[in-house]
């Protein structure tokens, strides 16, 4: 087990002040964190701008998200399940919602890793392209944005 970091990236800086650390992390759980683009902590969003393996730990690098706000979604109700949560929501842009579409409860950390990294989920028949993911701390879940494909003619 290593050490994952959360350090702020300030453009132009030498300096990269630590924001969030966690002694002792589970590979998995950190290859499951590299894969999201953005972190939401604290009541506050971070995004990604880059991550790093040292000798000593893991780094992801973050700034905060301007153009982002955190979202007063309830907590995904996970049924007293061990395992993880994430969440299906539809991205659209200038909006101040986005739309939950389906909650998936996994057992197993790579059956996550496979999910928040896909290009495409399919639910009810209906094609979603992904558009960005995040863990959020804050609500114990995982989110994977996405846009509903259009039918091909």
């Not at 604290?42 to 701008?49: C, D, H, I, L, P």
């Not at 000593?56 to 301007?66: G, H, N, W």
């Not at 290009?119 to 979603?128: A, I, K, P, T």
Request: proline fraction near 3%; aromatic fraction near 16%.
């Amino acid at each position: 087990m290593a050490r994952l970091e959360y350090r702020l990236f300030e453009e132009g800086g030498e300096d990269f002040p630590l924001l969030y650390y966690y002694d002792q992390i589970e590979r998995d759980e950190t290859a499951l964190r590299f894969a999201c683009d953005y972190l939401v902590k604290e009541g506050k969003v971070y995004e990604k701008t880059s991550s790093a393996i040292e000798d000593s730990c893991y780094v992801i690098y973050v700034k905060p998200a301007e153009d982002e706000k955190v979202m007063s979604w309830n907590k995904p109700d996970s049924e007293m399940r061990q395992g993880f949560t994430m969440e299906l929501r539809e991205f659209k842009e200038f909006t101040t919602d986005y739309r939950l579409i389906h909650t998936y409860h996994f057992e197993d950390s790579l059956d996550v890793m496979l999910y928040l990294t896909a290009n495409y989920l399919y639910v009810d028949g209906q094609e979603w392209y992904r558009t960005s993911a995040e863990i959020d701390e804050d609500r114990a879940t995982f989110v994977y944005y996405a846009v509903q494909s259009e039918p091909e003619q």
